[in-house]
């Protein structure tokens, strides 16, 4: 199977971080204002606990799916006998899982006056199984994937104004945005013919994925706990408003993260067909490449939602979530913890066949943010989740770090951390005095970004750091293209 570029699905991928980031941005102002942080806190509560059912539902093959189709691309008969088999799998846990949900609704008063809210957010159980994405993202499809995940957002965008009209709409605003994460799948299992054959393969073995799939459903549900484990006990130990105030800070940072890690999301398949092929030189080369994207992308993202909190706050969710500032303010860091774990762990520990440290590593973050939630949540609600989250998303990283200081050591040896702080100084006093000013949020937002990011990308561009001189060039280039084709059109 022809390699797809790098380049090209880096764009896709970008394209698809921008659509998750520009559709919250445009709908969630508008939500959060009618739904109030009960609404919103209602069904941040419904999915955080029906992810539990989801994991269970998927195992680990949403990872070792990519790396084990990846392996095989060019081989059409084996790449099709290992998807038949990871879909048999998928489909024997989702039947397991909604049996689970069932008993958990029926017997759990916590559930039952939201019984179907949490009934249509399971509908992601069926929809994540059909959808073998892992597939699509092993072949490289990233603009098939980009144009169908755009489409899906777009025809929520306009749902959610239709629709969601008062503060009962809740549980409508729970099914469009199932519908937005996860309808396009339906796609994926139609088109699916396109990559695979659909006729009875035989000789197929289950047997073999067992180990590694466990390997990875551990690691999926060690990391599924501490990452949803926050708005669970908030739910229990506090109100839905709690629950709503710590939905919008994750929400901004979930945006942030997203962008962080859209690079390495592209890598998985291309490192772990490199590791596979002994191509090791070209897999530490991407490996520095991604890891330089994620601390100078990560770092003045941080520290610029940290001193526009409040700003930032107020104008994607309201006035009603001042609650939300503190535990944005908290839970900013994890921006680089994720993005740099996401990295070691995905792109390295996976590709290297080094599951297990990665499962260690969430197990820590899992325990960790237990025992930090039970502790800070009874006394600090919302805030007390976010400090669960920093320590736990920095504990996994010092696991990580240890089982790869080895080979990690020559990679952050070609980071320029000095450019990259002296370049978040620069922004910040370009752009901090703009809080003094009496302007609306959307303005005080847009005013700092350009001054603060500008001034970063600028001494950056300046003391000529590579990977800012290559994104400057790929722009520069697009855009002469776009003039080139406008003037033979004309």
């Known amino acids: 199977m022809k390699s797809k570029s790098l380049k090209v699905n880096f764009v896709m991928n970008m394209i698809l971080t921008m659509s998750s980031f520009i559709f919250p941005l445009i709908t969630f102002p508008y939500v959060s204002r009618i739904l109030l942080p009960v609404g919103t806190g209602k069904v941040s509560f419904a999915t955080s606990f029906v ?3 989801t994991m269970v539902s998927q195992l680990g093959i949403p990872t070792y799916g990519i790396r084990a189709c990846a392996k095989v691309r060019d081989n059409k008969e084996e790449l099709t006998r ?13 039947v397991l899982s909604y049996v689970a949900l069932a008993i958990a609704l029926k017997y759990i008063p916590r559930l039952q006056s939201d019984r179907e809210l949490y ?3 399971s509908f992601t159980i069926l929809l994540n199984a059909i959808g073998m994405e892992w597939l699509y993202k092993a072949l490289e499809q990233y603009t098939y994937i980009t144009i169908r995940s755009v489409l899906f957002k777009f025809i929520a965008l306009i749902a959610m104004f239709l629709l969601i009209h008062n503060q009962k709409d809740y549980v409508v605003y729970g099914a469009i945005s199932i519908f937005a994460a996860s309808a396009s799948n339906i796609l994926n299992f139609i088109n699916v013919r396109k990559y695979v054959e659909l006729k009875w393969m035989g000789n197929y073995s289950i047997k073999r994925h067992l180990k590694p799939i466990i390997t990875f459903f551990a690691i999926a549900c060690a990391g599924t706990i501490y990452t949803s484990l926050d708005n669970v006990m908030l739910g229990f130990m506090t109100t839905d408003a709690d629950v709503g105030y ?9 945006i942030l993260v997203s962008i962080v890690t859209s690079l390495g999301a592209v890598l998985l398949p291309r490192a772990s067909y490199y590791v596979e092929n002994g191509m090791l030189d070209d897999f530490k080369k991407i490996t520095c490449k991604a890891l330089n994207f994620v601390f100078l992308i990560a770092s003045p ?3 610029y939602f940290i001193i ?8 994607l969710s309201g006035d009603s979530y001042a609650g939300a500032i503190i535990p944005m303010q908290i ?12 990295l070691l762990g995905i792109q390295i520990l996976v590709p290297l066949g080094k599951e297990k440290m990665l499962l260690y590593s969430a197990i820590v973050g899992a325990i960790v943010d237990f025992i930090i939630n039970a502790i800070c949540i009874p006394q600090f609600a919302s805030a007390g989740a976010a400090i669960g989250t920093v320590v736990a998303e920095f504990s996994v990283l010092v696991v990580q770090y240890m089982c790869l200081r080895k080979e990690i050591h020559e990679v952050l040896s070609t980071i320029h951390f000095w450019r990259i702080g002296v370049a978040v100084i620069i922004g910040l006093l370009l752009s901090a005095w703009i809080k003094l000013m009496d302007v609306n949020y959307f303005l005080t937002l847009l005013f700092s970004a350009i001054l603060f990011f500008g001034g970063y990308g600028l001494f950056l561009l300046a003391r000529k750091e590579q ?5 400057k060039d790929v722009v520069v280039e697009k855009i002469l293209r776009i003039k080139k084709n406008i003037f033979n059109q004309n």
């Open 51 to 53: 992810s539990y059912f």
């Open 82 to 94: 290992i998807a038949h088999e990871l879909l048999f799998i998928n489909f024997f846990m989702c």
């Open 119 to 121: 009934i249509i957010i």
């Open 246 to 254: 710590y939905n919008a800070a994750v929400k901004i940072k979930t």
């Open 301 to 303: 993202l941080v520290v």
């Open 308 to 315: 526009f909190a409040k700003e930032s706050v107020f104008f």
């Open 331 to 342: 839970i900013m860091p994890t921006v680089l913890f994720i993005g740099i774990t996401n």
């Open 467 to 471: 990977l800012v001189i290559e994104i």
